[in-house]
């Protein structure tokens, strides 16, 4: 399902930022399975590539 995402490129984060995502959040505790965020039930590989998301840790956001 990842894979076959197609998303618009005006709507996505650049490579580096979308990797830099990625990052924070395998880092995070609350990362379940490799790719489900548990504060908001996301998939984080698809998430971390649009531009209009943000990370919904209710801390702060692990993304910059």
Known sequence: ????????PEDCVS?????????A????????GGHTCTVCGCIVQIRAK???KTCPRPEGSLWD
Do not use: N, P, V, W
């Open 15 to 23: 490579a580096e930022a979308y990797e830099r995502r990625l990052q």
């Open 50 to 52: 649009l531009k209009a």
């Open 25 to 32: 959040c395998f880092s995070c505790a609350g990362l379940a």
């Open 1 to 8: 399902m990842i894979a076959a995402a197609r998303f618009a």
